[in-house]
T-cell receptor
């Protein structure tokens, strides 16, 4: 399985943009890039996914490098409620949908 | 949409005992997943069902673990002869069919084996 690499932790000030990086140099042509986050004491929550083009939704934006070897999750204005562990995961849905979460990036948001 | 519900939220058991957890998925969802999460780690895939059929099992799912989803609705995960290494958060998720359907997770059952 193709793996992802994320920083262990990041810190941001409230109301500022946050850029969470993810490296996936061994990504295959059929792998989608998925982002989930996990708030304290809760199960993971879907954030966004994409294949090649940049994607936007109400929660975040996903910027994908042209060579697809890296991507960045963008939170446009961080709030205290965005403090969570963010997971970048590759998956293509073949033979099931067994997403393999890594350790993710723990985001700290300070007022 | 009441979300994915898991019961119990916490379970403390003694080594060697059997435990069973229940998951009620979002009613319209065909797929149901079980994950395990230990402290400081991300969730690890255990198994998934499409309707009542168990389609994939991880190597992590030893012979002491069994999961069922009768009638394609709720699911149970049973651990027999629990060991201290089984202590973890057990997460259930559900989704629609489709390889890109987002997973909706419950808040998990925390198991402590003493």
């Amino acid at each position: 399985d193709a793996k992802t690499t994320q920083p262990n932790s990041m810190e941001s000030n409230e109301e500022e943009p946050v850029h969470l990086p993810c490296n996936h140099s061994t990504i295959s042509g059929t792998d989608y890039i998925h982002w989930y986050r996990q708030l304290p004491s809760q199960g993971p929550e879907y954030v966004i996914h994409g294949l090649t083009s940049n994607v936007n939704n109400r929660m975040a934006s996903l910027a994908i490098a042209e060579d697809r070897k890296s991507s960045t999750l963008i939170l446009h204005r961080a709030t205290l409620r965005d403090a969570a562990v963010y997971y970048c995961i590759l998956g293509n849905g073949n033979s099931g949908y067994a997403l393999n979460f890594g350790k993710g990036t723990s985001l700290l948001v300070t007022p | 949409d009441t979300g994915v519900s898991q019961d119990p939220r916490h379970k403390i058991t003694k080594r060697g005992q059997n435990v069973t957890f229940r998951c009620d998925p979002i009613s319209e969802h065909n797929r149901l997943y079980w994950y395990r999460q230990t402290l400081g780690q991300g969730p690890e895939f255990l198994t998934y069902f499409q309707n009542e059929a168990q389609l994939e099992k991880s190597r992590l799912l030893s012979d002491r673990f069994s999961a069922e989803r009768p009638k394609g609705s709720f699911s149970t995960l049973e651990i027999q002869r629990t060991e201290q290494g089984d202590s973890a958060m057990y997460l259930c998720a559900s989704s629609f069919l489709g390889s890109l359907a987002p997973l909706h997770f419950g808040n998990g059952t925390r198991l402590t084996v003493t």
